[in-house]
């Protein structure tokens, strides 16, 4: 029997690098990626230099619900929250940003915001009822998680979201309404309009950093029982789902890799275990 030479030590370790690294990508990729807050517009849910998980397959089987956190595309109409830090432009400061957006730990770019859901496709939405609360389909809706809500004084601007009043908006099909939760600072779709269902990223379901701060982000229940009294009509063919990416390369990439990192690794441990052994 033939006996299969063992790779080098200094061989193994690159390997074992470089299989961490495409699984870090095909993860960051298709299935889970982190994302930084750079603002706080949606305080005290979420905190400025928070780190949310955010799940980028589960709109691919199903469709938002109301009173989920996503993280999206904003359109043209949409104004950055948060202008981005100047950065060096140096081969090392590009190559740096670079890596850390494949393997999601950059921060997040000009036109990429995190709101929560209020409104889906026919759903009309509208501000205030006589207690200040906004309606959905005419039912008014409690939102205890508020913080600081926009003053119902001010006069409805359709350029910024300085007051808590605005008009009755239709949601199209194959969008949705979005706000924050810190009402008095997020500009949201109440003056910047309904966002494209297309434009989600991912749902946002749990804070992991700091640690002081882990929690789910899970969806009210006063939200779970309006979506269970007001389901949402059938969307048109082809709203949904929201992206698409190949099924293929991840179910041909991913075992292979793990076989691959999996065989370097059982291999690697085998080589110290025996060297521990001859000492």
Known sequence: MIR??????????PLLLVVAFCLAVLI????????????GSMENTLAIKDRV??????????????????VFRGTDNWAPEQ?????????????????????GVSRPGE???IKRVI????DKVACCDDQGRITVNGEPIDEPYIFENSPLEAPPNPRQCTSRRFAEVTIPAGEMFVMGDHRMVSQDARCQGPVPIDNIIGRAFVVVWPTKHFTSLSVP????????AHPVAAAPAGVYPAREPDPGTVAVMLPFLL?????ARSGLWLRLRRRRLRS
């Open 111 to 113: 036109r990429d915001f």
């Open 83 to 103: 202008p981005l830090d100047p950065v060096s432009n140096t081969f090392g400061a590009k190559l740096g940003r670079t890596i850390g957006d494949l393997v």
């Open 53 to 70: 998980l955010v799940n980028k397959v589960v709109y691919d089987m199903r469709d938002p619900l109301r009173g989920e956190i996503v």
């Open 28 to 39: 960051r990729t298709f299935l889970v990626q982190a994302f930084y807050i750079p603002s």
């Open 221 to 228: 229940d006063n939200w779970k029982a309006y979506g269970e």
């Open 259 to 263: 076989s691959v990192g999996v065989s």
């Open 119 to 122: 409104g889906l496709p026919g």
């Open 4 to 13: 299969r030479k063992e790779m080098p030590l200094w061989q193994e370790l």
